[in-house]
């Protein structure tokens, strides 16, 4: 019998001007800390496998302080999961793609019920504020939600034509098995619609979250095993990159590989996928999402303070470690000096602090982004004008300051490198073409932005600006699942529009039957 579902919605965020969601969400902070200190361990095959090395999961806001551990997954390990993943594939890909949809249902309510708990341990392991933990909890929701219904589609024959005295389908079939390496930065909602895809159209999947965040991946992995998912469909797989991923990626039994992370990672995937390993006998799928160097471009008919209240959103919203923030602030030359005065004005005004004290600008995940944005911070300081800003604190946790540079060269370090931190290069244009010509004087080609009120430039930006996702009078953060389907061109990636109606394909091949009568 077909799945029946309700049109797709985004999930609803949380209201925290309401005492009782408050109340909420500081019980399950609450619940969530007295959890500190688990271990938890691989899961492979149904196997909960301990391993003698851990990887230890720090609280960002307070680096002396350990959320709790994984296991350290060997290559051993890998070929386990490979292996166990393979013989769970024969049977996982003949089930009808409702059953496979109704799983992922099944864990958006479960996720739904829970929400509040899996945004506080958002808010302990990544350092996330309440709203930002929130959001990252109900893309999670979407994901499955959306992923679900996205799949029925492919249930059915593809589109052909009959010839005389035959019968010609066209069906989608999955890949086989395929690994996730995930980010640190949307731990729950990149992780989950990573796994969620590939899974619901019949593939089994490996997953290797991010080091600094293997908590929140298995209480994901324990939801879904929750929600019906069957054993050996997925394997919770912590590890190194160097180590458990690189020996995936190349491992000639792994048909698919799907990433999210930095650039120089991605690339390095890509060009290993390539590779034909001995006994291989397909060419391995790849989709990558690698970052980006977002511009938000204003000009002299914007209206300048909603364009300030954007651009602070885009840079500083999780400190700016978002592949999609603002990382440069491009200003035509009449209206530069009022849009920087009220840029800084509103930065200024953000708190920053931990995620449990819901403060607007949150720690950097560990010691190495922090090193990172402190190095880069110097680098502004060559390069530009510091405006605000421009410090970093690691006495207690990885904290920067949201900072700002203005009068700076395209050109520069700070406005050509992806930083990942609450760091902003303010650039003067001449006029609007050539605010276009500097948004578009980069590698990357994520998402970007235009604040203006003229018909013709926005028509200009729909077709000359060259990034995946363009926001137009608004931020250029915050992309919807179903919504705003998200990924970017050039290096930031293969453009495979994740939350969105073709995703999909990615994890499907075609094969046509014809029987003549």
């Avoid at 089930?95 to 341990?121: E, N, P, T, Y």
């Avoid at 019906?228 to 020996?247: H, T």
């Avoid at 073409?433 to 013709?456: C, M, P, Q, S």
Wanted: charged share 25%.
């Amino acid at each position: 019998m077909t799945l029946k579902l309700s049109p797709y919605r985004n999930e609803p965020f949380t209201d925290f001007s309401l005492p009782e969601n408050r109340q909420a969400y500081q019980d399950s902070l609450a619940r969530m800390r007295a959890t500190i200190g688990r271990t938890y361990p691989l899961l492979i095959g149904g196997r909960r496998i301990e391993t003698d090395e851990k990887l230890a999961s720090v609280n960002p806001a307070r680096k002396d302080e350990v959320i709790g551990f994984t296991a350290k997954a060997t290559r051993e390990h890998a070929e386990l999961a490979l292996e166990t993943g393979w013989k769970a594939w024969e049977d996982w890909r003949t089930w009808d793609m409702d059953a496979r949809a109704r799983i992922l249902v099944k864990a958006a309510a479960l996720l739904r019920r829970r929400k509040h708990d899996f945004s506080a341990m958002l808010t302990l392991e990544a350092g996330k504020n309440w709203a930002e933990a929130d959001a990252d909890t109900a893309e999670a929701i979407d994901f499955f939600e959306y992923y679900a219904r996205q799949s029925l589609k492919y249930a059915g024959a593809g589109e052909t034509y009959d010839a005389p005295g035959e019968e010609n389908r066209l069906h989608h079939i999955p890949l086989g098995v395929g690994v996730s390496i995930s980010p640190w930065n949307f731990p729950l909602a990149i992780f989950a619609g990573m796994l969620a895809a590939p899974i619901v159209v019949g593939n089994c999947v490996i997953a290797k979250p991010a080091e600094d965040t293997g908590i929140i991946a298995a209480m994901i992995v324990d939801l879904l095993h929750e929600a019906g998912l069957p054993e050996g469909v997925l394997s919770y797989l912590p590890g190194l990159g160097e180590e458990v991923g690189d020996y995936l990626v190349k491992h000639s039994r792994t048909r698919f590989v799907t990433f999210t992370g930095s650039r120089q990672v991605g690339l390095m995937i890509h060009e290993n996928a390539a590779k034909t390993a001995p006994g291989q006998k397909w060419i391995k799928r790849v989709v990558l999402e690698m970052g980006g160097k977002d511009a938000l471009i204003v000009d002299e008919t914007a209206d300048l303070d909603e364009a300030a209240t954007a651009a602070v959103a885009s840079a500083f919203g999780f400190a700016g470690q978002k592949c999609s923030a603002m990382s440069r602030l491009i200003v035509v030359d009449s209206v530069y000096d009022e849009v920087l005065r009220r840029f800084v004005e509103k930065t200024k005004a953000l708190s920053v602090g931990s995620g449990e004290d819901n403060a607007n600008v949150t720690p950097l995940v560990n010691d190495e982004s922090f090193e990172k944005v402190t190095r880069y911070m110097e680098y502004g300081k060559e390069e530009g004008k510091l405006l605000a800003g421009g410090t970093t604190d690691g006495s207690v946790g990885h904290f920067a300051q949201p900072t700002i540079f203005a009068d700076v060269l395209p050109g520069a370090r700070v406005a050509q490198d992806e930083i990942f931190g609450p760091v902003v290069a303010v650039i003067r244009a001449r006029d609007f073409d050539d605010a276009l010509r500097i948004a578009n004087n980069t590698e990357y080609g994520l998402t970007g932005g235009v604040f203006t009120n003229k018909r013709d430039r926005i028509e200009k930006a729909r077709r000359d600006f060259q990034v995946g996702n363009l926001y137009v009078n608004r931020k250029i953060t915050g992309a919807l699942v179903g919504v705003q389907p998200f990924g970017g061109f050039n290096m930031s990636g293969t453009d495979s529009k994740a939350g969105g109606p073709n995703y999909l394909e990615y994890f499907l091949q075609l094969k046509t039957v014809a029987e003549r009568f």
